[in-house]
Structure formats: C-alpha cells, structure tokens
C-alpha cells in the first residue's frame, strides 16, 4: 500500500516573521479604507476571511437589504454590487475579490509583519456548569 502524498506546509519559528492580519486591517481602516459588501455574499465572506481574525477590525459596511437587494447606504455610496467594493482615501475603488498585496498597494499601506501572533480581546464570559 502506497502513503499518500501530504500536502506542502510551511514551518514557522520565532525566526521567521508572519503577516499581521489585524494590525493591517486596523491600518486600512484608520486610512480611510471601506469595505462595502453584502453578509451573505460568499466574495464578500470570502474576503473579509482572508484576514482571519482581524476581519472584525476592518471598516464594513453592510450594503444590503433583507431581501438581498441594495441599501440605500449602497446607492448614497454608488455601490452597484453585492460583491465587495473597497473604497480607499483618495476615492480610488476595487471591485471584487483582491490580494492582501493588491490593498497594500492600492491604500499605500505596507502590511505589518510580526513575529508573535496578534490576540483578540474576548470579554468576560459565564459559562453554565458543565459547559465544555
């Protein structure tokens, strides 16, 4: 019986410097950057999940209504799709799905790098007895 091939992986050590997700999520948000978007949309999903858990800290903006049409939010703004729409400082948009790369570009944001993984502040919490 044949092994089957494993997929490639990359091996980190405290030598070896990572993207910070949150902290440049949190630098396009403090430049000006908005991602419009619809919840339910899987692009849209799909790229607010392409920063992890910093997702929370980008600047969304829901642009649909409860029956999946556009909002007024996305008329004011002239947003045309459910697909995420980034608008940057200088009014300057991408639509649809973009590299971490393509808005490190496009916001004139380099994209932190870090060697220790950022944390999420979670808030006090009670737990019923015999939760897990």
Do not use: C
Not at 1 to 22: I, K, Q
Not at 92 to 113: E, F, K, M
């Amino acid at each position: 019986m044949s092994a089957e091939p494993l997929e490639p992986r990359l091996v980190l050590d405290a030598s070896t410097p990572v993207d910070d997700l949150a902290a440049f999520a949190k630098a396009l948000k403090n430049g000006g950057a908005t991602l419009y978007g619809a919840a339910w949309d899987a692009t849209t999903t799909a790229q607010r999940q392409l920063f992890g858990d910093g997702a929370q800290f980008l600047n969304f903006v829901e642009v649909t209504n409860a029956d999946h049409t556009l909002n007024s939010t996305a008329n004011a703004n002239n947003i045309t799709t459910t697909s995420p729409t980034w608008v940057f400082a200088d009014q300057s948009r991408l639509v649809g799905n973009q590299t971490l790369a393509d808005l490190a570009t496009q916001a004139n944001i380099a994209i932190p790098q870090g060697f220790t993984p950022g944390m999420a502040t979670i808030a006090t919490q009670t737990l019923l007895a015999g939760s897990p």
